[in-house]
């Protein structure tokens, strides 16, 4: 049977009917999720066939079990969005004969046992790879790498410690490409690492580590240090009973790094480690292989290393009855049977995942490279494998919180809400283990499974406390699943779901919302490109729940309500003071540990803050996440980092679209950086000045001669000076120190230069001064098309001198390389180097 290959346009015009018009949740559809092949052919109309395919999948392995589930049972409680959701991979994997990729959404690897070696790091970096470019979130643990300034057997002498390779791993990451959607990376560290203050500090430069997030391991010993402002001794090897290197520090300072970081950065992230093995029920078999090292890029499963996991997401909002008004109710009978359910399903993509894996296997053997280069992949493989069958992990989570709290009257923040969502997730994990515990009857328990190593964990005995009669049946049968529980970020999916995302409230009743695309994609319309060249296209939209509320509140939608009628409008309804930004903080946190309880892996939650909130707030909030049992958090200060979420700003009158691009004034002075280069036999020189030693501006042309500028060849740095005469009129001046230490100034660099160059440079520098990246600014001057061969001439000098200012690593998109016809060309120092055969090329 030949399918039906549809074009794009069908797909989402389809899809946005579906969708009842909602072009968001359409066009994420069809670009992430649509079946489709490597030609980019769409086999699917709209998420009707998506639900079929998935329901077809996983009855097909019901079948393999009693009392199997049928085809239609599957295709009504995935259909719509709106009960249960399989998430990313498992959404556009399954039953996705056209690609060879894995379900899993998330892995963690490392080398268990093995000191540090550039083996074990270039062989993490490899792995790292090869998991990303089939579609999986990686984390993995620097905790191993010795501490910079220790001594190495190897020409170095002593080891560079953490950073130089959090950047090598950060632009591996950057390097995959998955449809447009860039490698996902999470690199963590322990606190005890004497290194670990250089960790917490590395992401503060600008353009340094862009690929990945980081977080950093806090034992409680620490925090208690950090609290009573007493010394911390660290150490490496971070776990040994005989450290090689030992080191005190001042606990609180560092913990004042870490929350000062967050707070102007949004990152570091911080996990409270000995929450997260304490709570661990996988770490009761830590000898077997299961003790966990890392997290997945967003934080919601810890994981042991080559262990992986698949998420699903069960909808909260569809089991309030007569959402928004009176009568509103919770049906908890329902949901404890979908959640039983989903649990089911989850443990049925286990196997659809050793399909896929075989398959990746098989791949792999076919692929046309020798055994030796192909040996890394596929060993990585089978031990995900067999980690994956060992513990039968699993990840079924939630989505809509803050819709379900709002249908039911509640506020979100507030403590009646907390106190229902602890019961809606107590409920969800005693219904989720009962699953597994019937499942072990009828397909037989995880292979390790031990009742006794179980006995005095903290998460197992409060599911015996809360069911003893389940707990007696675990004993006495086993479960099938080693974890069982997750809340993930679902940001896609929520769009899908048209709910709020994961554990979250809602983010404003009115937002702009940014969606992160391929810049390739013909069909994709740009708004904005951030700081390491990502691209996004921006939306303005009503929360979709927030319409349904006014709708049951006979209120008319409208386009021209204006921003003090919506105010209004969000004052009457369950959503006000309840957003991202204006929840009770503390009590959002003390919310999250609440229900962590109920959580066997972790939750994925982020802190939205205002911009003006202190440094202060951000610790209080911190220590009171320890405190309250949250294995982990991360806070997001409005402003802190370019995001993708941006609130709608109040307007007198309609003005031109913003955007988040920001212009840094101008300082009176600039340090420069002077590049000399050679076009047609002609001297050039460019000025080109640095802010933050990001190029901000450059002015270009000839040198040394009567119609150019003259600057002595030994002069390689100095500032621009901007200057106003007596007449208001702006002058750039360079000036220089001499080896005698006399200062000189070259005034007026727009004045000596060719008026048409003069204009050209000014519209680079316009754009450097947006922040746009090298790379980006690059092709910009690339495509100009100018008449004036000397111009063109030119243009090509400016590309020369900006080279120069590539971040390291970066990669020579469209070259190969002259020496062995490799695609393997990186800019370092602005040289283009050539990693496989060592080439290098300046100029």
Same mark, same amino acid.
């Given at each position: ?40 052919? !769409? ?26 589930? %049928? ?18 991979? #498992? ?15 998330? =892995? ?35 905790? $191993? ?16 410690? !953490? ?38 500090? @590395? ?58 970081? @967050?707070?102007?950065?949004?990152? #570091? ?13 996988? /770490? ?66 286990? /196997? ?10 098989? &791949? ?14 596929? *060993? ?29 009257? !509640? ?29 072990? &009857? ?24 809360? %069911? ?14 080693? @974890? ?40 994709? *319309? ?74 066997? $892996? ?59 691009? $920001?212009? $840094? ?39 040394? /001669?009567? /119609? ?14 901007? @200057? ?5 009129? &702006? ?21 000596? =230069? ?18 746009? #990246? ?31 200012? !590539? ?10 390389? #002259? ?25």
């Amino acid at each position: 049977m030949v399918a039906t290959i549809y074009t794009y346009d069908e797909a989402q015009q389809a899809s946005l009917d579906y969708f009842g018009g909602d072009e968001l949740a359409a066009r994420v559809w069809v670009t992430k999720y649509a079946l489709k092949d490597s030609f980019g052919n !769409l086999f699917e109309k709209t998420p009707d066939d998506m639900h079929r395919r998935i329901a077809r999948e996983i009855a097909r392995v019901e079948n393999n079990y009693p009392n199997p589930m %049928s085809e239609d049972e599957v295709f009504e409680l995935i259909r719509n969005f709106k009960y249960i959701v399989p998430q990313g991979s #498992p959404m556009s994997g399954i039953g996705n004969n056209y690609q060879v990729g894995s379900l899993s959404n998330c =892995f963690v690897i490392g080398i268990d046992g093995t000191p540090d070696s550039y083996g074990g790091i270039m062989k993490i970096d490899e792995e790292q790879v090869q998991l990303m470019k089939r579609r999986g979130g990686v984390g993995h643990d620097l905790s $191993h790498i010795r501490p910079k300034g220790m001594p190495v057997k190897n020409s170095a002498l002593t080891s560079t410690g !953490l950073v130089p390779f959090m950047e090598r791993y950060s632009n591996s990451t950057r390097e995959v490409a998955q449809d447009g959607r860039r490698g996902a990376l999470m690199m963590t560290v322990s606190i005890k690492h004497p290194d670990s203050e250089a960790f917490i500090d @590395a992401k503060m430069t600008e353009g340094k580590v862009t690929g990945a997030n980081v977080s950093v391991r806090i034992d409680d010993d620490f925090m208690q240090a950090a609290v009573d402002n007493k010394p911390y001794v660290q150490q490496y090897p971070v776990d040994s009973d005989e450290p090689i290197v030992k080191k005190e520090v001042e606990a609180a300072a560092l913990w004042g790094k870490i929350v000062h970081n @967050a707070w102007k950065s949004a990152e #570091p992230g911080v996990l409270f480690w000995d929450t997260v093995t304490r709570e661990s029920v996988p /770490d009761c078999y830590a000898d077997l292989g299961f003790r966990t090292i890392s997290t997945n890029p967003c934080g919601e499963i810890p994981l042991c290393p080559y262990d992986s996991c698949r998420l699903l997401a069960i909808n909260l909002y569809s089991y309030v009855r007569n959402p928004f008004t009176p009568e509103a109710s919770f049906d908890f009978d329902l949901f404890k049977t979908h959640v039983a359910k989903a649990q089911r399903m989850m443990d049925d993509i286990i /196997d659809l995942e050793m399909e896929k894996i075989d398959k990746i296997i098989d &791949k792999i053997d076919s692929d046309p490279e020798n055994a030796e280069v192909k040996q890394t992949e596929r *060993h990585l493989w089978e031990k995900i494998r067999s980690k994956t069958l060992k513990g039968r992990r699993t990840g079924v989570g939630t989505t809509a919180e803050g819709d379900m709290i709002a249908a039911l009257g !509640l506020r979100y923040g507030t403590p009646e809400a907390t106190d229902f969502s602890v019961e809606v997730h107590k409920a969800l994990a005693i219904a989720a283990y009962g699953s597994s515990v019937n499942m072990a &009857k009828e397909r037989g328990a995880f292979e390790v499974y031990d009742a006794e190593r179980e006995k005095n964990n903290p998460y197992i005995n409060r599911l015996r406390e809360a %069911s003893p009669e389940l707990y007696d049946e675990m004993v006495a049968n086993g479960r099938r699943n080693i @974890a069982c529980l997750t809340i993930a970020p679902t940001g896609t999916t929520s769009l899908m779901t048209q709910t709020t995302s994961g554990i979250e409230p809602v983010f404003l009743p009115v937002y702009k919302r940014r969606r992160k695309v391929n810049p390739n994609d013909p069909e994709v *319309h740009i708004d904005y490109v951030d700081e390491t060249g990502d691209a996004f296209e921006e939306y303005i939209v009503y929360h979709p729940k927030f319409l349904k509320w006014m709708e049951v509140n006979g209120i008319e939608r409208k386009d021209s309500y204006t921003q003090e009628e919506l105010d209004a409008l969000v004052a009457r309804s369950p959503y006000y003071k309840a957003t991202s930004n204006d929840v009770d903080w503390m009590e959002k946190v003390k919310m999250q540990g609440r229900v962590q309880k109920w959580v066997d $892996h972790s939750i994925s939650v982020t802190i939205n803050l205002p911009s003006d909130v202190t440094e202060e707030l951000v610790n209080r909030l911190y220590v009171e996440a320890w405190r309250s049992g949250c294995k982990g958090c991360t806070v997001y200060r409005d402003g802190s980092r370019s995001g993708v979420l941006v609130a709608v700003e109040k307007k007198a009158e309609p003005t031109v679209k913003d955007t988040d691009a $920001h212009v $840094h004034k101008r300082p009176i002075e600039l340090e420069a950086d002077v590049v000399r280069f050679q076009n047609n036999k002609e001297k050039w020189i460019a000025f080109v000045g640095l802010l933050d030693g990001e190029p901000y501006e450059i002015f270009t042309g000839l040198a040394d /001669d009567e /119609d150019g500028i003259f600057c002595p060849k030994s002069v390689t740095h100095g500032k621009i000076i901007k @200057a106003i005469d007596d007449k208001g009129n &702006k002058r750039y001046d360079f000036q220089f120190v001499n080896k005698r230490g006399y200062k000189t100034t070259i005034e007026g660099l727009s004045d000596k =230069f060719n008026p048409e160059y003069w204009n050209y440079a000014k519209l680079i520098s316009g754009v450097l001064r947006y922040g746009m #990246p090298i790379d980006q600014v690059l092709k910009l001057v690339g495509t100009l098309e100018l008449d004036s061969q000397s111009i063109n001439t030119w243009k090509m000098g400016v590309e020369r001198a900006l080279k120069k200012y !590539l971040p390291n690593g970066t990669k020579a998109n469209g070259q190969k390389c #002259p020496n062995c016809g490799n695609d393997t060309l990186i800019y370092q120092e602005g040289c283009l180097i050539c990693t496989s055969c060592g080439t290098s090329k300046c100029g």
